[in-house]
DNA sequence: CCTATTTAAGATTAAAAAATCTGAAATAAT
DNA sequence: ATTATTTCAGATTTTTTAATCTTAAATAGG
């Protein structure tokens, strides 16, 4: 569904939104705190610098951070920015031109939840997972 | 989502529930109609087999057929027999323990999809996707 | 009984995804 | 300036998934 990227991208965004918004933080201390491969993750998280979500900065005191305010980063935008829409595209059965004209013998059922999913994952943002977390005490990003 | 292996089996039974229940088909001609990798596709089918979803017959006018009427085929049980239920439990952040008690971040929103799908996929019958192929003149099984 | 045919099963190879490594470039602090 | 730190970028390795190959076993038909 999401890939291991993804998930890890997920998380790191999650974390960062929980501490003020100026400070830099090491990747290295992100992928301590949430146990998860270092490089990887770096790698993932720079994909995120190219679109805009976040700003690193390299060097002594460096790191990363959230590039605006949680309330304006959609969970799609992380999605879209680490996996692409393929998704969102893609036919559930594989077939590659599978499209409303074409359609494969599930198309109309899965349309529906892509639509259904897509709208959640852009409606959802980063501060409601944070208050979400602070609210209900989830210890886990 | 759903492992290619998995989309091929569906899409073979898809294929074979548009046959007589009672005919053996050649795994080979399957592979050809869908255009999918031959043994690829045998293993797949086995697994069916060994689900009791298909009947197989080795040798000359061998092949395999439906085991039951498509009607009695859920969608569920394929997609359980080829990538067992493993989308259904696991965490959408992919944390190993997530559970009720102890939720990821996205835990809640993620459940209501998870169940709507499995119910979806519980209710979906063969000989709907066959109908449906037939009335709306589906050529992509 | 013999042969052509076809699935069964496991081994092997290929491709894709995930994870790691290495060296370079940038930055802050001394 | 020099040094320690830390991201950047791309190469490499490992793991997983997908695809193929090979041999055996079973079956129908002559």
């Known amino acids: 569904m999401l890939s291991s990227a993804c998930q890890d991208t997920i998380r ?7 501490k003020p918004q100026d ?3 090491h990747i290295q201390k992100i992928s301590d705190a949430l146990d998860l491969p270092y490089h990887f993750l770096a790698k993932s998280l720079q994909t995120l610098v190219h679109c805009n979500i976040l700003i690193s900065r390299r060097g002594a005191n460096g790191g990363v951070k959230l590039a605006k305010a949680s309330c304006d980063i959609t969970l799609i935008s992380l999605i879209e920015a680490v996996d692409g829409s393929t998704f ?4 559930v059965l594989g077939i590659g031109d599978c499209e ?23 409606a959802m943002r980063l501060d409601e997972i944070t208050d979400d977390v602070l609210l209900r005490k989830i210890k886990r990003l």
């Open 12 to 18: 790191a965004a999650v974390w960062l939104s929980t």
């Open 23 to 25: 400070e830099y933080h």
């Open 88 to 91: 969102f595209d893609a036919c």
């Open 100 to 122: 409303d004209e074409k359609p494969c013998a599930l198309h109309a059922q899965w349309e529906k939840w892509r639509t259904e999913m897509h709208e959640m994952y852009s």
